[in-house]
């Protein structure tokens, strides 16, 4: 158990510290949120529906943004062959390194979701719960970004291919945490089950992603 | 440079009890090239291998192999009786050809991690660094070090780790005069404990008694 | 003919269809027949400099 | 039964005999699938003659699906039993199955555009369909940018295998997602409501498109043995100029 807690203390001590930490999510969340209304125009009424959904799109493209360091960094400089023949289950490794690292640079997200639907209009009920769904959406979002990054891992400029793989496995998670803030802006019953089925996905995405991550890095070291 | 005598340095670690690696019959091919065929050899306590060979010809491949990262062709890896899948972790010391530091962590925090990681005391970390004459940058970045300095460090970390069959590819590599002896002394030390080595080199490096396989002619 | 060949007013919709559709299958044919030759005739010239 | 196709002679052999069947029956089929489509069956009452891009729109899509099974499936046995012909059917179907869903889009839009006004409609069935054709593309990607062919293959295989599993969750969530707003699609395509007659197409079309699209897996398996034969000799040339040159030196 002491290794498990010893790679989740290094690796948030290291994305909390290098690389930027919480800066790159954080500054491309709140880039995308600034553009998204000079590209959607500045009606009222269209920018505070569009806003829950807008939120989460958000969230997920700067969590895709920082993928490639997750297990990136690692496969180049030789910490992966290291991890594998530590003898701790691949599995919990990987898990216990993509919770330090999301902890360490993800946190922001909700917080910025929520202020950002306020922004745009959205009243602070409903921007509460698209601010919960986005924390309930972090492990699935981080887990299925570190799955497609060890896929990736080490290939030149993977930011791209990055995004191709993921983006078909956060379609469930989006439609989720999206779908909270914006059934509760609606007002219609949707809202509750919306982020029910949100940690659902991050709860499956939990016991399955960690297993695939592992397969992958261990390809890739092949 | 004085050869440092094994017995100097003196982390209060125990014999290994006694775990011999056996090849027999591997061979290893990469895309279609064959690399290595019906390579056997036997790897007792206490024993020193360095295999050269023109680059290309399979050292890193080999080594990988054994580590368990590259599934062989044909042919058998035993360390005892288990194959490297499940005993990889508990016999091997592993430096690949990455030194496995991370650029803004410091010696100090990442041979603190790798001791707790692989569950073994961090009072050793000190006397091992002495051991490589890096002691005074065990609070530098890593980003900060010469590669030799890294190398050192790495060097250290497979110490550290405790595992009685060292598997080294280019151990030397970026290393000086003064680290290639500081590095034959440690690897003396591991011996006398119980330990083995095998290490993939290009210069001519001087361990005693060790085997010499060249791999070029084991095509 | 012209009856059937308006399809009931919606003709620019299933001849469309109906040819992108064969287009896309006789593509994939011809596309796997010519990647044959290629290989054969690169494994020939290959087999050639052997010899 | 695995063992029996892994060498690759004998393989060899059972898809040159394959082959030229598999051609004969698709090309029936398909004529057989054209006259029933546009001769032997009436127009829909309610859609009218649009009904005929039915018969070339659900093949595409149903074969969209198929070929991804087919692939999650042969990465599931190159992964599990590391069998080499499972590897190259994987990367072999996937180009095949891409093509048979920008096909299924491309159909879907040409009929939505009459029946429900727009040409395309972000209705479950679509947007699961476009899914897919990213999932396709990230496979395709993910093995073009890796060199090495070992890496390559059981990469894929793992990217291909949480695919699969990925879809089914998809498919629940878009349809979640789309019932919201959008009344139950007034065409109930697979339900009783489709007359005898307009089945006898629908079916012929799709056998057509299967036995067309094992022609295409078959037949580029035997152009991809080639393809790596070439690449090893290749790779042993380079080596045998390697070895002269350090010889030499």
Known sequence: MSALRAIFMREARLAWAGGGGAAGPTAFFLAAITLAPLAIGPAADLLSAVGPGIMGFAALLSVLQSADRLFGDDHGDGTAELYLLSGVSPAWLVLAKVTGQALATLWPLPVIGCLGAMMYGVPVQPALMGALALLAAIPALSLIAGFAGALAAGIRRSGLLIALIATPMMVPVLIFAAGAGRSAFEGDERALANLLLTAAVSLGTIALAPFGIAAAIRSRLG | MTMQSATEISPDMPEFETETLRVSGLSLARGGIELVRGFSLDLAPGDAVLMSGPNGTGKTTLLRALA???????????????????????????????????????????????????????KAILPLMRAMAVESLIDRPAARLSRGQQRRTALVRVALANRPIWLLDEPAGPLDGGGRARLASLVAWHRARGGSVIAATHQRLDWPDARRIDLGAHR | MNAFLDMGGYAAFVWPTWGLSFAALAGLVVHAVLERRAAQTALRRLEEDEA | MLSYFSNPQRFDQLARTLIPIFAVLALGLLAVGVYLSFFASPPDYQQGETIRIMYVHVPAAYMAMALYAALAAASFVYFVWRHALADAAAEVIAPIGAVFTVLALFTGSLWGKPMWGAWWEWDARMTSVLVLLLVYLGYMALRAALEDAQQAARTGAILAMAGIINLVIVKFSVDWWSSLHQPASVIRLDGPTIHSSQLWPLAIMALGYSFLAGWLILYRLRSQALRRRVRTLQRQREQAARAREEAVS
């Open chain 2, 68 to 122: 368990g990262f590259i599934r062989p062709d044909a042919g058998e890896i035993r360390f005892g009786e288990l194959p490297p899948g499940e005993v990889a972790a508990d016999c091997l010391g592993w430096l690949g050809h990455a030194d496995g530091l991370k650029p803004n962590e410091t010696p100090r925090a990442a041979l603190r991690f790798w001791a707790d990681l692989t569950g073994q005391s961090r």
